[in-house]
């Protein structure tokens, strides 16, 4: 006989990540990721060669200096930010925290995959909630409020449909739950967003003691292969992840690195008006090939193609360029692909590309 797991644990598909190789192709673009389209920060990448000297060191594993950057880029207050291995880390140790068995677990239909294997791991039951349209359904939501509901999970824009809910019907869904619910707004791409309804979540972890806000290094500021991500909560919820997290969860070149980041003249704008010209680019001309293309707020597209098969055909024709994207057939969603937002050659490859692919399978 050999050790048993929970047997919940055997249920859950280990997440993949966005393919980075195609076998016998020299020249390969990696458009699956939703990684940031410029880099890595030159001064961030200077940050973490000046700490090879220091890694036989402990890191802080307060991270103050890095909780202090960002709260002073961000108006918040580093008291009340903690800082984790990637938004990853930080989604999983909520659901621990707050989730376990007999509790249940909302998310929508098309919602990021961690927040399922992280609840799935906790103990929780998963409620997955249709979206209208591919987005968030507040209505759809509160209907499906149950006694056991202890997490609400809201990726806001949403991974992968780029989907985005306004500040007010946020606020609303929150106003809907029951105050010992915990809700989680996921703004990964909140740097991304420019619509003037958007609010990341700040205003509503300010406004009680029931809401997280999670936020990333990993997509507009270039740091995906350090891992590092951060929340903002309430006191309470913050003295709950300090008791539970490792007490060295964030590397003290990867601290340095973020706090140079941060500190990157022109960065995130100089990459949200890239992000804003080539997405509206693409979107464009996919459009014109025939390609349903769904709205966006982040740095990628959801590119739908109406059935399994024909967005597989698709996939096919991409890599035979040395073009990977990511198929999204895990979440429900095999008919469409996802195209991250990359240089503006990249993104001129996908669009001819593509529009090859459809001239020949309408031809």
């Known amino acids: ?107 929508t239909a098309h919602g ?11 103990g929780c039951r998963i409620i997955k909630v249709a979206e209208r349209g591919l987005a968030a359904d507040v209505d759809a939501m509160l209907a499906a409020v149950s006694p056991a509901t202890r997490l609400v999970f809201l990726a806001n824009p949403n991974n992968p449909t780029g989907s985005l809910l306004p500040a007010a019907e946020v606020a609303r869904l929150r106003a809907g739950l029951p105050a010992e619910t915990l809700l989680v707004l996921d703004a990964a791409y909140a740097e991304y967003v420019e619509r003037d309804d958007y609010e990341a979540g700040a205003a509503l972890v300010d406004a009680g003691d029931n809401t997280v806000m999670t936020r990333t290094f990993s997509k507009i500021f270039g740091l995906g292969g350090l891992r590092l991500g951060w929340c903002y909560a309430p006191p309470a919820v913050v003295d709950v992840l300090n008791r539970v997290r490792e007490p060295f969860n964030v590397n003290a070149a990867v601290q340095a690195a973020g706090i140079a980041a941060l500190a990157e003249p ?14 509206e680019r693409l979107a464009t ?24 098969a024909r967005a597989q055909a698709a996939d096919a024709a991409l890599r035979a360029r040395g073009l990977i994207v990511r198929p999204v057939a895990s ?8 195209l991250t937002i990359g240089t503006a050659e990249e993104c001129a490859l996908l669009a001819d590309a593509l529009a090859a692919f459809m001239g020949s399978a309408h031809g």
């Not at 797991?5 to 966005?18: D, K, N, S």
């Not at 022109?266 to 997405?279: D, Y």
Request: one cysteine or more; hydrophobic letters at 40%.
């Open 1 to 107: 006989m050999s050790p048993k797991p929970r047997p919940e644990i055997m249920t859950i598909a280990p997440y993949v990540g966005g393919e980075a190789d195609i076998a016998g192709v020299n020249r390969v673009y990696k458009l699956s990721a939703n990684e940031g389209a410029f880099g890595v920060p030159p001064g961030a990448q200077e940050a973490y060669r000046q700490m090879a000297g220091e890694v036989h060191r402990y890191p802080d594993g307060g991270a103050v200096a890095l909780r202090r950057a960002i709260g002073a880029r961000f108006g918040l207050d580093p008291a009340r930010i903690v800082c984790g291995s990637g938004s990853d880390d930080l989604i999983y140790h909520l659901c621990l925290a707050y989730g376990g068995a007999g509790s249940e677990l909302m998310m």
């Open 266 to 279: 022109g960065w995130v704008e100089r990459s949200r008006a890239h992000n804003r010209e080539q997405r």
């Open 112 to 122: 990021f995959l961690m927040y399922q294997i992280a609840g799935t791991y906790a």
């Open 331 to 338: 979440y429900g969603l095999a008919h469409c692909l996802r």
């Open 285 to 308: 001309a996919l459009t014109a090939a025939g390609i349903r293309v769904w709205p966006s707020e982040g740095n990628f597209l959801l590119a739908d193609f109406a059935t399994p």
